[in-house]
């Protein structure tokens, strides 16, 4: 596993779609995950530490993991299959290992409300750079470009 933190959200230029981007903590890898527009405003509501005048859901989800005695430890963003990322969400209850199944982007709303780390499967990166035998594709190296030349600017505060 490599953790990596949330590097911003941006717009695909391409389709206008929002894209969180996760890179490695201690090294250049570069993940890209597309999303919907409802994540990404919970995902930068977390990273803002933003409090709404009532809870989002994925604020409930943090409240009713702690008020049934959990936390949650860590997120995995452990598989990529036919264009779709998997992801599991870690809770600790009094020593119990819960593991949940969820959307990336779910996990990652949720990881930036309570602070745990994220991981991504090597083979995630794997397969974005090398896609399952679709020819033509760029993969991953095409958004590895993309990603390197943006400014910061192109980071800044997702706009809903």
Not at 21 to 48: D, M, S, T, Y
Not at 86 to 114: F, M, N, Q, T, W
């Amino acid at each position: 596993m490599i953790e990596v933190n949330v590097l911003g959200l941006m717009v695909d230029p391409s389709n206008n779609s929002p894209v969180v981007v996760l890179k490695e903590v201690n090294g250049e890898k570069i993940l890209p995950i597309w999303i919907g527009p409802v994540e990404a405003f919970a995902i930068q509501n977390g990273l803002e530490h933003s409090t709404p005048p009532r809870p989002m859901t994925h604020d409930l989800l943090h409240n009713v993991i702690g008020r049934m005695g959990g936390a949650v430890q860590k997120i995995e963003v452990n598989d990529l299959k036919d264009n779709t990322f998997y992801a599991l969400i870690h809770v600790d209850r009094d020593g119990e290992k819960i593991v949940i199944d969820s959307r990336p982007s779910d996990a990652i709303a949720l990881s930036v409300r309570c602070s745990a780390r994220i991981f991504v499967d090597e083979s995630v990166f794997e397969k974005l750079t090398k896609p399952e035998g679709k020819e033509g594709e760029e993969g991953g190296d095409k958004w590895e470009k993309l990603l390197a030349n943006l400014s910061p600017e192109a980071f800044g505060k997702y706009k809903m």
